[in-house]
């Protein structure tokens, strides 16, 4: 069984029963095999084998950039294949704004939908006009409009009603001319005379000074989600923290709304995982990173099993200490595909 450890930056020692790469629809439709489980993988920075994958790997290589403006925004339609990273760089030489807080996120173009990525203060939904996809059990081609992806906070449609049944082909992009900047999360927020370019490179120096570079020490990035809370359940925890950093998020009902008045609250993970003393913890090979304990680390030869023992202990403590359920944000893939913690 071909080795998945180097398809994979969090870099497990973990097979499965074949892997292909397709870089167009007919390929893929020519290897994907209906009875037989698969995975369509992007980039592997978000994906964790944490066992042996009893089905196909389909690595989507799927590539092109093609653009056009009108007097109010520009458009872009990129191959799922695509390095976000690199597309991000490429926005910025041709001065096509809007990504720039988004720098660095590892992974590839067509990831960005599935987890609705997101960094200081931006989400990539803003700026999805169109997705395509590949409807798997037909074939068909289907545009999905940004409404129709039910985009949420590190969420999507391909998570939930499309999750495992659609190959994102293409993501079509609409960023606007009159640009509006966000610095306010943050190191950003200390930014002078701050510009798109001046944000993607103060975005690019503060994750490498805090994150670690998969190349060197594997990784899956923000291993959790940051819990968005009842303004209530903050209330409770700020009365023992008075220090506990968090975001107003206004709720999506209608009263709320009506209202103006937030009634939900984002606390960040890392805050939590580091309160609950996991920041440094080792368990076997697998650390919660020193610097950025929302981050676990592959410190060689780790098991999928110590991975997940790590996660759980984080996840029971943090429930026990907060009263909040911390939710991965990594795709775990058990032997029959996706699993839940």
């Not at 209530?232 to 709720?251: G, M």
């Not at 995982?273 to 780790?302: M, S, W």
Request: charged letters at 20%; one cysteine or more.
């Amino acid at each position: 069984m071909p080795s998945l450890q180097h398809y994979s930056t969090f870099g497990l020692n973990a097979s499965c029963t074949s892997i292909s790469s397709f870089s167009d629809v007919s390929s893929f439709l020519s290897l994907y095999q209906p009875n037989l489980p698969t995975y369509i993988l992007g980039g592997g920075s978000n994906s964790i084998f944490v066992g042996d994958f009893e089905g196909a790997v389909l690595v989507n290589e799927i590539k092109g950039i093609t653009h056009y403006d009108t007097d109010t925004h520009h458009f872009l339609r990129v191959g799922a294949g695509e390095n976000w990273h690199d597309f991000v760089a490429l926005c910025m030489q041709n001065q096509w704004y809007g990504l720039e807080n988004l720098a660095l996120i590892p992974g590839s173009v067509g990831a960005s939908p599935i987890q609705n990525i997101g960094a200081y203060g931006k989400e990539v939904n803003a700026f999805i006009d169109t997705v395509e996809v590949v409807m798997l059990t037909s074939g068909d081609k289907v545009l999905l409009s940004n409404q129709d992806c039910a985009f949420g906070y590190r969420d999507s449609i391909f998570k939930h009603k499309l999750a495992e049944k659609v190959l994102i082909t293409n993501v079509n992009f609409k960023l606007p001319k009159d640009n509006v900047l966000e610095v306010s999360y943050g190191e950003l927020s200390s930014l002078e005379d701050a510009t798109p370019e001046r944000i993607f490179e103060k975005v690019i120096e503060v994750r490498k000074s805090k994150l670690p570079d998969p190349l060197v020490l594997g990784n899956a990035g923000s291993f959790f989600k940051n819990p968005v809370v009842p303004l209530c359940t903050f209330e409770k925890i700020k009365k023992q923290y008075n220090n506990v950093p968090h975001f107003l998020v206004n709720a999506s009902d209608e009263v709320a709304q009506q209202s103006g008045e937030p009634t939900m609250v984002k606390i960040p993970a890392a805050w939590l995982i580091d309160q609950a003393g996991f920041k440094g913890k080792e368990y076997n090979k697998v650390r919660c990173h020193p610097t950025q304990p929302l981050v676990l680390t592959n410190l060689g030869d780790a098991r999928g099993e110590d991975v997940i023992a790590l996660a759980k202990e984080i996840i029971t403590s943090i429930s026990a200490l907060f009263a909040i359920k911390l939710e991965p944000e990594v795709r775990l893939i058990g032997s029959e595909g996706l699993i839940t913690l």
